[in-house]
């Protein structure tokens, strides 16, 4: 069985801070996606990585895959209330091409 | 870009009826499709996988002839809840994939269904 170590589950910040959520696990991903959803609707797809070592920006988001394909984080600066949402992150295995989602971080930003 | 219309988005039945969910791929054709569920404030958990024309495949631990899944058309995949009880109210989101090499390749969800069951 594939196991995604999402971590945090829960972060309450203030608007300004900065933020790091971490997804790991003790296998290999051909990719790793992280994805934002809010309530009563589908995941939104927010970056895919693929090379090991990978840093991908998107404005005041970065991604970053590690050396080994096992581990991702997402980092965000100066949150906003409108970072509010859940965040998940979703490993691709090669195997039937399964997209297996980590447990999802709820973040919620204060004004 | 690819996009995928779920439907009901909610529903509620009475325990002991079914209850069907829809999921099509409106702009391309989707080899593959994907169920999840969904409790509140947790993930998506993978439920089963589908290919056109042939049967799904299930995770350990879904039952089959509980959440019957049909991928008859490159364009529809529906899950059908049998004989439902209140422990399967969740919220249920497909997802689907286009062939490789196409745009469509990525993973495109669906904008999920609350299903309540009284």
């Known amino acids: 069985t594939q196991l995604l170590e999402q971590s945090p589950q829960f972060l309450s910040i203030q608007e300004g801070e900065n933020l790091t959520v971490y997804c790991n696990s003790s296998s290999v991903f051909s990719s790793l996606q992280w994805y934002r959803q809010e309530p009563g609707e589908g995941p939104v797809l927010l970056v895919t990585v693929v090379t090991g070592g990978e840093v991908k920006k998107l404005k005041r988001l970065t991604f970053q895959f590690g050396d080994a394909r096992k581990d991702s984080s997402l980092h965000i600066t100066a949150a906003q209330p409108g970072d509010t949402g859940l965040y998940l992150c979703?490993?691709?295995?090669?195997?039937?091409?399964?997209?297996?989602f980590g447990q999802g971080t709820e973040l919620s930003v204060k004004p | 870009g690819a996009v995928v219309s779920q439907h009901p988005s909610r529903v509620i039945c009475k325990s002991g009826t079914s209850v069907k969910i829809e999921c099509r791929s409106l702009?391309?054709?989707?080899?593959?499709m994907f169920w999840y569920r969904q409790f509140p404030k947790q993930s998506l958990m993978l439920m089963a996988t589908?290919?056109?024309?042939?049967?799904?495949?299930?995770e350990q631990g879904v039952e089959k002839d509980k959440f019957l899944i049909n991928h008859a058309s490159l364009t529809l995949s529906t899950l059908t809840v049998t004989s439902a009880h209140p422990e399967d109210s969740s919220f249920y989101i497909c997802?689907?994939?286009?062939?490789?090499?196409?745009?469509?390749?990525?993973?495109?969800f669906g904008s999920g269904t609350r299903l309540t069951v009284v």
């Open positions: 589908s290919n056109e024309g042939s049967k799904a495949t299930y």
């Open positions: 997802s689907a994939r286009g062939a490789p090499g196409q745009l469509s390749y990525g993973y495109t």
């Open positions: 979703a490993g691709l295995y090669n195997q039937g091409g399964k997209l297996i």
């Open positions: 702009d391309f054709q989707a080899t593959t």
